[in-house]
């Protein structure tokens, strides 16, 4: 087994490498990673880690290993964009005040507590998320979210939304779910509900692709 303490191979990890005016950088390994995260948590404003993709042949932590010992930091994942093909980015930052918690994170949150792998930045997130509701209040994946009824009912009612709905990308098919599920009253539900179906209707997605 290679020693899990070593440098990324220079494709993964460039020096002074840029992706959109932030940093882009890779880790070989978790170790490398939270080495990283233990000395910039708290003075970096965003970071694209830079991940290989399973067939690439480039050793590199995984999207998972990335997320996971982020939560550990208090930091969260965001956008994520192709870079060639090999290699793919996922902008990492701090979690803003407001930040809410999708279901997932919290599971990993509650993991790497019990591992004794949560820092006390990433405490303090817990901390006040479970202070302010957000905790309780932490939404489901895109693997698991469910279609309101009254978006189903607007898909229905126009079968042109209907038919491009059924072909939009993952990322935007939550994005929509999401939108709806999210409002907390019922005419900011319909108003949601309208926007997105005559968005559908014309053929527009909340996140075009790149």
Excluded: C
Excluded at 122 to 131: F, I, M, P, S, Y
């Amino acid at each position: 087994m290679a020693p899990r303490n070593v440098d990324p191979p220079p494709d993964l990890d460039k020096a002074n490498e840029l992706h959109e005016g932030s940093p882009l950088r890779g880790f070989a390994t978790v170790r490398q990673w939270r080495t990283w995260l233990g000395r910039n948590h708290d003075r970096t404003r965003a970071l694209w880690v830079k991940l290989a993709k399973r067939d690439s042949g480039v050793r590199s932590i995984s999207y998972e290993e990335a997320r996971d010992h982020a939560i550990a930091f208090g930091w969260i994942d965001g956008l994520r964009h192709a870079l060639d093909d090999r290699f793919y980015a996922i902008r990492f930052t701090p979690r803003s005040k407001r930040s809410k918690w999708s279901k997932i994170n919290r599971d990993v949150a509650e993991q790497l507590i019990a591992a004794g792998e949560m820092t006390a930045s990433g405490l303090d997130q817990v901390t006040a998320a479970r202070r302010d509701g957000r905790w309780d209040a932490a939404y489901a994946s895109a693997a698991t979210i469910e279609m309101h009824p009254d978006l189903e009912r607007a898909l229905k009612a126009n079968p042109a939304a209907r038919r491009f709905f059924a072909t939009v990308s993952g990322a935007n098919r939550f994005a929509i779910l999401y939108r709806v599920q999210d409002a907390k009253r019922p005419e900011t539900r319909a108003r949601r509900v309208e926007k997105l179906v005559t968005m559908l209707a014309r053929g527009e997605v909340p996140h075009p692709d790149r």
